[in-house]
């Protein structure tokens, strides 16, 4: 009888010996299998697109709180962010109006904060370096006279730089029928 014992137990060790030998092999093929896969798809175009989208849409959000952020405390602050976040026409613009900016800004002594709620890129031409962001920003103006934060849809243009993204254009999209 222990005779009879000591086989079945060889028995039962050999098949999970078996079992474990083949569930060893099949992590390993998997493992190879996935390395395989990820190094292939580390040079993948669209890994890449994907990557060059979520930079337009961090900044682009960045540069909308830039944009809409000001304080009349510290008209230079202000002015010097709106001028590093900006490029092209938009820069130049803003350079030029510099001094009737900073006086509007002081004269009527508000000051805003920016929050981002939501937003989406919604064209990005990677070779040709520009990119459009569609956001909703929440813009909290004080003194606010019990005013809401208001809310603005609006719609970024991006261009690539040599200094990275930068905000080319901006403006408010119109929602409601035509």
């Known amino acids: 009888m222990a005779n009879q ?3 079945s137990v060889g028995r039962w060790q050999g098949a999970l010996s078996a079992v474990a030998a083949v569930l060893l092999l099949a992590a ?3 493992c190879g299998v996935s390395l395989v896969s990820w190094l292939g798809a ?11 989208r979520d930079d337009v849409l961090r900044v682009g959000k960045q540069e909308l709180v830039n944009f809409y952020t000001l304080d009349y405390k510290n008209p230079d602050a202000s002015f010097d962010r ?5 490029t092209g026409d938009l820069a ?3 350079k030029q109006g ?8 002081t004269d009527q002594k508000t000051s805003s904060t920016a929050k981002v709620l939501d937003a989406a890129v919604t064209e990005l031409d990677d070779r040709a370096g520009t990119a459009t962001v569609a956001a909703i920003v929440e813009v909290d103006v004080t003194p606010d006279n019990g005013k809401p934060a208001n809310r603005l849809p609006m719609q970024i243009q991006l261009s690539r730089t040599d200094q ?4 080319s254009q901006a403006g408010s999209i119109v929602l409601g029928s035509q």
Request: aromatic share 10%; glycine share 6%.
């Open 5 to 7: 014992q000591t086989t």
């Open 28 to 30: 390993l093929i998997f």
């Open 82 to 86: 709106l001028v590093q976040s900006s």
């Open 164 to 167: 990275g993204w930068k905000l």
């Open 98 to 105: 510099e001094a009737t900016w900073k006086k509007q800004l």
């Open 92 to 94: 130049t613009a803003i």
């Open 42 to 52: 580390s040079g993948d175009e669209s890994v890449q697109f994907a990557d060059t």
